[in-house]
C-alpha cells in the first residue's frame, strides 16, 4: 500500500523557514510526479508546487513563486518543500500528493491520487 508521511511543519514568525518532507513508500518513486498542496481552514485544497519525476520540470503557484522551492531526493524517496520569506497568509495543512505517473501537468487535487496526512505551519505576524 502506498504511503506518504509529511514532517517539518510547524509555527514561525513572519519572514520565517520552514522545510517541509514528505516520505514516500512508492516504488520506483522517480515513476511519479509529486506535489504539494494547502488547506486553510474552510477552503478547498490549493495546489503549491509540483515536480516531475526525474526532478528536472518544477511549477509553482502565483503566491509562493519566489519563497518557496521543491526538490526531490528519488534515493531517499523523499519530496521536499522549502519555504522562506514566510507570511501569514501561508499558514494551512500542507499536504503532499502522488500523481499517477512521472509527469503532471495538471495542477488540480483530483489528479493526485495518493495523499499523505497532512503537517500544520502556522505563520504569525
Known amino acids: 500500500q502506498v504511503q506518504l508521511v509529511e514532517s517539518g511543519g510547524g509555527s514561525v514568525q513572519a519572514g520565517g523557514s520552514l522545510r517541509l518532507s514528505c516520505a514516500a513508500s512508492?516504488?520506483?518513486?522517480?515513476?511519479?510526479?509529486m506535489g504539494w498542496f494547502r488547506r486553510a481552514p474552510g477552503k478547498d485544497y490549493k495546489f503549491v508546487a509540483l515536480?516531475?519525476?526525474?526532478?528536472?520540470?518544477?511549477r509553482y503557484a502565483d503566491s509562493v513563486k519566489g519563497r518557496f522551492t521543491i526538490s526531490r531526493s528519488n534515493s531517499k524517496n523523499t519530496v521536499y518543500l522549502q519555504m522562506n520569506s514566510l507570511k501569514p497568509e501561508d499558514t494551512a495543512v500542507y499536504y503532499c500528493?502522488?500523481?499517477?505517473?512521472?509527469?503532471?501537468?495538471?495542477?488540480?487535487?483530483?489528479?493526485?491520487?495518493?495523499w499523505g496526512q497532512g503537517t500544520q505551519v502556522t505563520v504569525s505576524s
Open positions: 500528493a502522488a500523481s499517477g505517473g512521472p509527469v503532471m501537468s495538471s495542477t488540480s487535487a483530483t489528479d493526485f491520487g495518493t
Open positions: 512508492i516504488s520506483p518513486f522517480s515513476s511519479y510526479a
Open positions: 515536480i516531475s519525476g526525474s526532478g528536472i520540470t518544477t
